[in-house]
């Protein structure tokens, strides 16, 4: 009888310590060898010449699934994340908010079979809902998500309202993931552009500007360390926000910067010819080249720990039914991170073994997924992606996935292709098409009992 189910055999192996090249054997969908020997197995797969990578694991995604599935849903979205090499992600919806538990049992129960990969979902905070924490916690969510601005129709908390759910998770060694605006600094800003009768994309980053997102994060971050929680700054846009954040770390504070791709590729000036397709928040500012080499070696250093794609989703057609003001907020961006994530390796910002580390394995510590998520080992499950480096490739609109139907990336050469992508040893996407098996399971989060997480 054979050793194992599969065998992805002749690869080379990569992991945050390193790479080698190194056969997998693959078991009732976990990893149960990792060496050079040729375990016996019913299905072989030589990909002798390629990487071998951890699936990617995104823990910042908006499929909108329940509350807007016109915008994206789990079906389109998670196959657009297996294409693209991600088979773990965290979700959650602002149009049908997780404030209960109830709320929790309902979309769990509503997205039975509608996924892709597997998946955490998180709940929102509510301001002066904190006793929502605990049990939320103990019902399996991954984290909490914060704003401390209104945004999204999510109200925002002020700093005694934060610091109020910080206590509550602090309690439970609860994460949160905080969306830091200052609310008086954007609605000052909002009144005074509105004034002036604006409305062209330019507004966007005098609107959400970057003092509104400095002061936000400075003070939350000192009162994560302050209460003692555990907490992450979301989408991280620059490198003096970054370093209000590091310089909380180094004093006690318990908290992981995450950034994405927008941020180091996308320029602050874009808005103005692009507009509501270069509308999210905080917006784009990166300015020069420079700007964007900072932000990989801050991504290199540990400085930013992880990277998400904060992927928000809206069509075209959505995206210009409605001014500046009032066209939705966000950018797609499942098709995209990794694809880019690994031309940033092939052109030397980073390594092929920092992706690892800041699309896999951090998140999955950061959020309680680790060791079952995010690393290529025995036990864990054999979420694998096949990586050719060399293969060049042009992102197009045409060849999103996503209900979006297109990238802010249009027409950017990069190098590296995802070839093949496994979930707990199956294949659920090969040569840029997704399977539709939608087997992805729910994975409850770390305050869940032990007996519900497997």
Not at 318 to 326: G, L, P, Y
Request: net charge negative; charged share 25%; glycine share 10%.
């Amino acid at each position: 009888m054979p050793d194992a189910d599969l065998l992805v055999a002749g690869g080379t192996v990569v992991t945050p310590a390193g790479r080698r090249r190194a056969n997998i054997a693959v078991q009732d969908g976990r990893i149960s060898y990792v060496g050079t020997e040729r375990p016996d197995a019913r299905e072989v797969v030589d990909v002798s010449g390629l990487l071998v990578l951890p699936g990617g694991v995104d823990t910042h995604v908006h499929l909108m699934d329940p509350g807007s599935p016109e915008r994206e849903d789990f079906p389109t979205g998670t196959a657009a994340a297996a294409t693209a090499g991600v088979t773990t992600i965290i979700e959650h919806s602002h149009g049908h908010p997780v404030r209960t538990t109830d709320d929790l049992r309902d979309k769990r129960a509503y997205l039975e079979g509608r996924s892709n990969v597997d998946y955490g979902l998180a709940a929102h905070a509510w301001p002066g809902r904190s006793a929502e924490v605990e049990p939320l916690w103990a019902a399996g969510v991954s984290f909490f998500k914060v704003f401390t601005c209104t945004t999204h129709g999510v109200p925002g908390h002020d700093a005694a309202a934060l610091r109020q759910h910080l206590r509550a998770t602090s309690l439970l060694d609860a994460v949160t993931l905080m969306h830091c605006e200052d609310e008086s600094l954007t609605e000052s800003a909002a009144d005074l552009l509105r004034g002036e009768g604006r409305v062209d994309g330019a507004v966007v980053p005098e609107w959400r500007s970057r003092d509104a997102e400095l002061v936000a994060v400075a003070v939350a971050a000192l009162l994560v360390r302050r209460t003692g929680a555990r907490a992450t700054v979301a989408h991280v846009s620059n490198p003096e926000v970054a370093s209000y954040v590091a310089r909380e770390r180094a004093a006690g504070a318990l908290i992981a910067a995450e950034s994405c791709p927008q941020y180091f590729l996308l320029r602050e000036d874009e808005v103005a010819e692009w507009g509501s397709l270069r509308k999210f928040t905080p917006p784009a500012r990166a300015r020069t080249g420079e700007d964007e080499a900072r932000m990989w070696r801050l991504l290199r250093d540990g400085v930013l720990t992880h990277m998400s794609t904060d992927h928000a989703p809206s069509t075209l057609a959505q995206k210009a039914a409605s001014d500046i003001w009032e066209a939705q907020f966000g950018l797609p961006g499942l098709d995209s991170t990794m694809p880019l994530l690994l031309d940033a390796a092939a052109r030397g910002h980073l390594a092929y073994e920092d992706v690892t580390r800041v699309y896999a394995e951090v998140p999955a510590r950061t959020y309680g997924l680790w060791p079952r998520k995010g690393r290529i080992g025995v036990g864990a499950d054999a979420d694998l992606v096949l990586v050719d480096p060399g293969a060049r490739a042009t992102l197009r609109n045409e060849a999103v996935i996503s209900k979006a139907g297109w990238t802010p990336y249009d027409g950017r050469e990069i190098t590296g292709r995802v070839v093949h992508s496994y979930l707990r040893g199956e294949l659920v996407a090969a040569e840029g098409k997704p399977g539709h098996a939608r087997g992805g399971r729910f994975l409850p989060g770390p305050g869940a009992p032990r007996a519900s997480t497997g």
